[in-house]
């Protein structure tokens, strides 16, 4: 359950752009199930849209909804013996003084028993400033292919 980062135009480009380190250990803290530390990236003020393990969206409208989304997949990515690794593949940020947005595509791959699924997304995410932190605001993240292409119908069979 490793993050992996792999940039077609190198990472060096993406390390000095706002938010991409928090913006890594989001992902990071999906590929190793670590609630604890996502919850405190993150403060999901208007919600989030995020995907399921089918590829289809969900809609989290408020903190009490994350909290049991990211319980919930945490613990069937762990029922299904599942590993998810990210890769980030552009990246593209803009800060202000008390606010950010960001934009990651990325493809995250799950694995379950030998079979690896690909899904390439594009996430926009809006963060704030609380304090001296940052924090992550909106996350909205869109499916854009799969590989292989059919692995929504194949997934949905299993």
């Known amino acids: 359950m490793n993050l992996i980062i792999k940039n077609t135009v190198g990472k060096e ?3 000095h752009l706002p938010f991409y380190n928090l913006t890594i250990n989001m992902l990071e ?6 609630f604890d530390v996502l919850a405190t990236i993150c403060d999901d003020d208007f919600g989030i849209i995020d995907l399921d393990t089918q590829g289809k969206n969900v809609v989290v409208a408020n903190r009490q909804e994350w909290e049991n989304w990211f319980r919930s997949l945490f613990a069937k990515l762990d029922a299904m013996q599942a590993n998810t690794h990210s890769e980030i593949l552009n990246y593209q940020a803009i800060q202000t003084v008390d606010m950010g947005y960001s934009v990651v595509n990325f493809c995250q791959s799950l694995e379950v028993g030998g079979f690896i699924g690909k ?3 594009v996430a926009t995410i809006i963060w704030k400033r609380v304090e001296q932190e940052w924090k992550e605001s909106r996350w909205h993240v869109s499916l854009i292919r799969t590989e292989p292409e059919n692995l929504l119908q194949e997934t949905k069979s299993a």
């Open 13 to 15: 480009i993406f390390e």
């Open 29 to 34: 803290c999906v590929s190793t199930h670590n």
């Open 119 to 121: 899904f390439y997304c």
